[in-house]
């Protein structure tokens, strides 16, 4: 059967879009492995965070909730920056910067979209927010990767709390991974927030 023609940048062009979607799947998460795999040979404590972690944390409880995202967090000890950025250049990743964040581009012809994203530990997101990122040592083992331990992680998107961030929120009250007992390990700020979205957790 002929392949629908799709109105993109170039004009119509005849692709199979399952075809990109579950590749753009694969792509971030060999990106992921590839990642994880250098730094974890080159003995350098991380932290997978961000939609990443959620997804990893979701599928402890139910894996056909799992909600896929493009981007790779990681959390690193700003330390451990020079070794890391050697470990991870042998596996194809190049250090640059995107508006003051260290990004790691998926080649020389990387784009920073499609690249990794470098929180760096205990350091504040933006001056505003009420608490800082973790240290690396906040993180559990799952499936051979290191990710952030749950509280840590929900800390992380109460802090943002852009729509994306109460999405996945929202993912973690629904399997029962946080629930009312939550609000109060936070600082008044973050629970609140919190609190709104256990309170009305359609919007």
Partial sequence: MELPK???????QPFDVFDRMFRAVELVQERL???????RE?????????????????????????RNTREVDLLLAEEDLPRATAALRVVG????????????LDGPDGTPSQGLHILLAGRKVKPEYSSPTPQ??????????????LQALVEMKLNSFHRKDQVHLLDLIQIGLVDATWPSRFPAELGTRLQSLLDDPDG
């Fill in 33 to 39: 492995n590839r990642a994880c795999e250098a730094l």
């Fill in 93 to 104: 990743f190049y250090r640059t910067e995107v508006l003051d964040t260290v990004v790691f």
């Fill in 136 to 149: 690396v040592h906040q993180s559990v083992e799952l499936n051979q990767k290191r990710v952030v331990n």
């Fill in 6 to 12: 799709v109105a993109g940048l170039f004009g119509e």
């Fill in 42 to 66: 080159a003995g350098i404590v991380y932290a997978v965070v961000g939609g990443n972690a959620v997804a990893a944390w979701v599928a402890t409880v139910d894996d056909g909730a799992v």
